[in-house]
């Protein structure tokens, strides 16, 4: 069928709209009536030839008591579908009263095979059949989609002589109508659009990422592709379209299988209609949806594993309830997301509640073959959020490092902004696969495609440009040469790395007994029950003297020796009052020891806290008390010359000798920058520049400029 007929077919379903539910519906709810009535006219269309035998293989299976009847009626249909109602929609276009046609119509719905009555309660087609029926337009509606002007049967209409008045619709020419109504009730709906409906161009992009660098390693055979986030089904049969593209330039014949999961329950019924409308029966069969479904609570595919998988998965939205399904954070143990890795038996990948967005890209490493010469090929979107949020050891750093330490990561594509119907924000594109060719092992390549685009003659929501075909050979040459360029960066997979350290100071506290200090120190005494503790301090300020008392551990040794003339012992609980309510801190004081190492049990070491130090008169080597007021993490490259230690001792060190490293602290983190490594600084103007710009400011304004200064002085 040639596009201008499709476009004829598209306009005349796209006005019964306005025609049958101008008055009933509001414009953005037309896709509640139109869409499913769409699918079961052309489901209605291609039954027909077949409805007799449907009928009498029904009957013959229920004489012969067989109860899982779906395969033999599909056989007897010849479709992946049925219907075993004695009805079809030319049968219901007559009939004497509304409620008559209600019950028919009804029945008519009742009477298709399982698949067909999932879409059908996923679109919650049903509830508005009462509406209809109540305004007099169910009739109405039903003999619109029945006009002789158009033919949504794969068979042709014949003229009395012989000749074509409508070519047969076949499946593709089906399908692409079916898309060309769901784009423009989306861009009816555009704030609602980004949700489940990614740019025909991002998904011609992305497919080619993932299929391009392979394509002359393609065989024939079968090939199995995903989408954890599917939408509509567009990414899964864009990619379809373009394997078997590529598969017939190198004389391949390959299979698909596809496979989705989709947790909106409309969309999720637009995406299986539209497969089964395409004729793919195994294709709608595999597609798993509704609210039940959700694919980080609930995988639907759990055994599977893919060998090219592409997703334009939610980002900013919450998962909190899928995490409490899953038995919190303390209480996942989901293989996806709790793993073995860097030494950890309990490696974890979970994010934020609020944003779970590479979530969905793990779900999708998980299902990655890794027996195969391809092994997994993997396109995904996101915002910039996954490239940098998350602290060292935080799930969002954890699966970055994962991902890049397994050397999986081969690029990721800076797309311009407003490309995506509902924001405006930037977006990436992550090429992942677990068989990198050997000239890209150990690297990742940053592609900086926000310049190549072109503007929209209208703005459909955000979007105001798209990728022209030629943008998109631009963008994928640029990955295929795999070399540098203003728009291409290439870096070891280190790069991105970081270690994060704690560093620490030695707590200094200095110890006043002058009469004010020792009488508020008793009314704190008094207040904790500790009457006795300052009693004690009392003996202490007329033995020692006001001070001030600058060495801590010196002071603590005499009350130490004082307690324990008196009697008094010394319980953790008042070494805490003394050290928070009598102490002092003071930069000149001496440090305060923690702990004190047996004699050659420990090696002095001040950069990783071990100091020698005077003891009772015995030099020692000791640790001190960390003052948290002045602790400080740094993020040390992992491709820092010297590592760590040459970092402090460059960075830190000269501004704060004191200070160590905490070894138990050290995390490895991952982040990406693409504003550090593409970020273009603007020369600041001369000031002969802007001397023009003010005389040329002032000539327009005829000398007002200079009247109002001239008066200002």
Known sequence: MIENDLNWITNFIWGIADDVLRDLYVRGKYRDVILPMTVLRRLDAVLEPTKQSVLDMKAALDRADIKNQDQPLRQAAGQAFYNTSKFTLRDLRSRASQQQLKADFEAYLDGFSPNVQDILDNFEFRNQIPRLSKADVLGKLIEKFLDPSINLSPDPVMNGNDSVKHPGLDNHGMGSIFEELLRRFNEENNEEAGEHWTPRDAVKLMARLIFLPVADRIESGTYLLYDGACGTGGMLTVAEEELK????????????????????????????????????????DNLIGGPEYSTLANDAFPAREFDFMLSNPPYGKSWKSDLERMGGKDGIKDPRFVIEHAGDPEYSLLTRSSDGQMLFLVNMLSKMKHDTRLGSRIAEVHNGSSLFTGDAGQGESNIRRWIIENDWLEAIVALPLNMFYNTGIATYIWVLTNRKPEHRQGKVQLIDATQWYVPLRKNLGKKNCELSDEDIQKICDTFLAFEESEQSKIFPNAAFGYWKVTVERPLRLAVYLTPDVTANFRKTCIDAGEEQLATLIDTAAAQLGPGPHNDFNTFLSSVETLASKSGVKLTAKRLKILQNNLAQKNELAVPVIKKVHKPGKAEADPLHGRFETTVNGKLCVGEYEPDTELRDTEQVPLLEEGGIEAFIRREVLPYAEDAWIDESSIKTGYEISFTRYFYKPQPLRSLEEIRADILALEKETDGLLDEIIGRGG
Request: proline share 0%; no cysteine; hydrophobic share 40%.
């Open 245 to 284: 593209r590529l598969a017939e330039e190198h004389d391949k014949q390959v299979a698909t299988h596809l496979y989705g999961q989709e947790i909106n329950a409309e969309t999720y019924a637009i995406a299986k209609a539209d497969f089964l409308l395409k004729g793919e029966g195994d294709a709608a």
